[in-house]
């Protein structure tokens, strides 16, 4: 299938939805939260966003409630004030994706949402690490049909067991770069406490 046409066809019924005819058949503009709700969900189909947006995407960020579901459900259901947005099963799984990855996706976020822990072999400590698995909730957003692949997936530095940890797409080079120098550093320290030249380098590849 085209995903350009796919994106399209998504652009298309939500653009259609902001003039609506009034019973008189005379167009009636969709003003307000309504409104907001439709460029929302265009604007939150793509990462390439126009300054137009910015009121729309203000408006869907700054629903947040007590508890994250709760800001899932406030943010699903403001979306859902764009008829466009329950025309069709597949907007609907559309509108559902966007309120439970908008916002929530980016490598900050997943980097809170993935924090793991693990007993330390020695002592009464644990371990924090940062799980390389994309959340679902994120992968069903961001490969949804109607995005594209437009939306640039963040991506996973290094190795969980040795500090790895997610980052924005464009940053991955430098991050990685980083990373690298990091683990040269503490593989060289870890020889000179142990006094043996036995123990490898470690390096993430690509």
């Not at 947040?64 to 859902?80: D, H, I, S, W, Y």
Request: one cysteine or more; a neutral charge.
């Amino acid at each position: 299938m085209d995903t350009q046409h796919v994106v399209a066809g998504a652009a298309c019924a939500i653009l259609s939805t902001l003039c609506l005819p009034s019973a008189a058949q005379a167009p009636a503009i969709l003003e307000g939260d309504t409104r907001l709700a439709c460029e929302a969900i265009m604007c939150l189909a793509t990462s390439q966003r126009p300054h137009e947006c910015n009121l729309a995407i203000l408006r869907y960020l700054s629903i947040v409630g007590k508890k994250p579901g709760e800001t899932v459900q406030a943010r699903a259901a403001f979306l859902n004030k764009c008829p466009a947005g329950s025309q069709t099963p597949a907007m609907q799984s559309f509108v559902a994706s966007i309120a439970n990855g908008a916002g929530r996706c980016d490598a900050a976020s997943i980097n809170q949402a993935n924090r793991e822990t693990s007993p330390v072999e020695v002592g009464d400590g644990v371990r924090i690490s940062i799980s390389n698995v994309l959340p679902s909730y994120c992968d069903a957003y961001m490969n949804h049909a109607y995005t594209g692949g437009t939306i640039a997936l963040p991506r996973y530095v290094g190795r969980q067991d040795r500090g790895g940890y997610w980052v924005e797409a464009a940053q991955y080079e430098q991050a990685l770069s980083e990373y690298n120098h990091r683990i040269r550093q503490e593989d060289a320290n870890a020889l000179l406490s142990s006094g043996t030249q036995s123990l490898p380098t470690s390096r993430w590849q690509r």
